[in-house]
């Protein structure tokens, strides 16, 4: 079997800002790898650098074997395709036609556009795929409706849909259940199981809904301040102390041995803009610390090297760009306090 997706040593930085720092991961085809980490740990930016939109300092990337240089514009015929934190559905578009998008990324029809002799069969044969899709995600009857005149749980499957139309190699899943209620991720949780198995897609969850988290995915990689910090099962993960002190703050010891202070305490000066930010933090300034949190927003909008930045969004399929949805790489900010240990709000469910 083909390898599926790797990342080995991948090294980012905005300005003086650390956002990665060594992060290496595999995701083997048909299997699922889930990414988490506190708000502001890496895990938009890894996967921002998988579809191109941040170009890494250090490390390589392949997929099936090859290397990886994405393109934003040409994800899907890399075999990659995204769904984004939000919607991101074309507004003007009926659920089937926003299937069909994602088909034709994929098969990189022009017949239609060159108004070519078999483009209505081309067009048939979308909408029977698209069909079957949206049946297979239960959601064919709305096949014909806006997008906004359904419920936002039939949105997010239609985007899903649109993302596997593209028949990836490489699934990735930003934040599938933010939004969500707790049935409705159940739900999901059942449809993310079965997305390897029956295509043999590698799959990649970024999510904060650790229930969803521990319940689909086959291993996990914990990012803290840019570094993986655990790796694993989830059984294992769950009861990494590293873990516990990435999520809690408490004092704890990572795999390699090494000692990692209560995160709030944490202070890493890396570079110039840092000491042009007066030795603030290299990541988000922590609650509370309002003299740190401009100073290192400053040094990163300052140094802000990404393609895409606030407006990397929309990368779903490609060429197409959905209503302003962004997917990510926004512009440095502070971090916000991260949710209470248990469980907060929003949610967002800590490690248990
Ligand atoms: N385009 C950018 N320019 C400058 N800094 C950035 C940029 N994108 C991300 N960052 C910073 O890099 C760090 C990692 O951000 P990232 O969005 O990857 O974290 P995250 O784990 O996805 O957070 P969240 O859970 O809140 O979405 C943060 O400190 C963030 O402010």
């Known amino acids: 079997m083909s390898p599926g997706l790797e990342l080995a040593g991948i090294g980012v930085r905005f300005g003086g800002l650390t956002a990665l720092d060594d992060v290496s991961l595999t995701v083997p085809p048909g299997r699922i790898v889930g990414v988490i980490g506190p708000n502001g740990a890496g ?197 990494e102390p590293a873990v516990a002190a990435a999520y809690l703050g408490t004092e704890a010891i990572t795999p390699d041995g090494a000692a990692l202070a209560p995160r709030d305490t944490r202070l890493a000066a890396t570079g110039p803009a840092d000491a042009a930010a007066g030795g603030a933090t290299t990541r988000d300034a922590t609650a509370g610390s309002a003299t740190a949190g401009s100073a290192t927003a400053g040094s990163a909008t300052a140094g802000g090297t990404t393609a895409g930045d606030a407006t990397t969004g929309g990368a779903l399929v490609d060429g197409a760009t959905a209503d302003g949805a962004a997917a990510g790489g926004a512009a440095a900010g502070g971090r916000p306090p991260d949710p209470p240990p248990g469980g907060s709000g929003d949610g967002v469910v800590a490690i248990r």
């Open 43 to 239: 895990k938009t930016t890894v996967f921002n650098v998988i579809c191109g939109f941040v170009a890494p300092h250090t490390g390589t990337l392949s997929l099936g074997g090859r290397p990886l240089r994405p393109k934003p514009h040409r994800l899907a015929r890399a075999g990659i395709a995204r769904t984004l934190q939000g919607v991101g559905l074309f507004a003007g578009l009926t659920l089937a036609e926003n299937v069909m998008t994602g088909a034709r990324a994929r098969a990189g029809f022009v017949s239609s556009l060159l108004g070519a002799p078999w483009a209505a069969r081309d067009e048939r044969r979308l909408r029977t795929e698209a069909l079957a899709l949206l049946d297979s995600l239960d959601i064919a009857r709305h096949a014909d409706a806006l997008p906004a005149t359904l419920p936002y749980a039939i949105q997010k499957k239609a985007g899903l849909a649109r993302a596997l139309a593209a028949r990836p190699r490489l699934l990735l899943l930003d934040e599938p259940a933010g939004g969500l209620g707790a049935e409705e991720i159940d739900e999901l949780a059942a449809l993310i199981r079965d997305l390897p198995s029956s295509a043999g897609t590698a799959v990649l969850l970024v999510e904060h809904h650790m229930d969803l988290v521990m319940s689909v995915c086959d291993e996990i990689v914990v990012l803290d301040f840019g570094r993986v910090v655990a790796t694993g099962t989830p059984d294992r993960v769950r009861g």
